[in-house]
């Protein structure tokens, strides 16, 4: 019995992803289409580009509850708008520096290129974030054991 009241009390892992509507979202249609076992924590949500991706929705995202995010693109020279993944990787990079300070630790945010060609490869990318975050537990700062106010007030 007291196996099931803790199942219940434990909440579901929650992880966002952004994923390019040319690349890496066909990538997670192939390995669907291939029926590759994946997590099942992972929110997809199709954005165009991963160059239209502000940090801010990341950062949002980890702030009003989830546990990790996922951004996944084309790779570098294969963007289907040219150069959104270079846009996309330097504001990444900087953000992934810059989370600890805010009081999330840097893990619980990947970012990745896929191609619609690589089902296997997203699977194995999923897999391996999806354990990552499990490894790390929920997100301290919905529980307050992290002040997220003074990040919060920057927004």
């Not at 009003?64 to 150069?83: E, K, R």
Request: hydrophobic fraction near 35%; aromatic fraction near 10%.
């Amino acid at each position: 019995m007291s196996s099931k009241s803790d199942a219940k009390q434990e909440r579901e892992i929650k992880i966002v992803g952004f994923l390019c509507n040319w690349c890496s979202y066909g990538g997670a249609d192939t390995a669907g289409v291939c029926r590759f076992r994946q997590p099942t924590d992972l929110r997809i949500i199709r954005i165009p580009c991963t160059g239209r991706i502000d940090p801010l929705m990341i950062v949002k995202s980890l702030i009003q509850g989830a546990d990790g995010v996922l951004v996944s693109g084309c790779h570098p020279n294969d963007c289907h708008y040219a150069v959104g993944n270079f846009y996309a990787r330097r504001r990444m990079e900087v953000l992934k520096r810059f989370l600890p300070y805010m009081g999330f630790q840097s893990e619980r945010f990947r970012y990745i290129w896929v191609s619609a060609s690589e089902g296997q490869i997203w699977q194995q990318v999923v897999t391996d974030f999806s354990e990552t975050i499990h490894r790390l537990g929920p997100n301290p700062g919905l529980h307050k054991t992290v002040d997220s106010a003074p990040a919060v007030s920057w927004f």
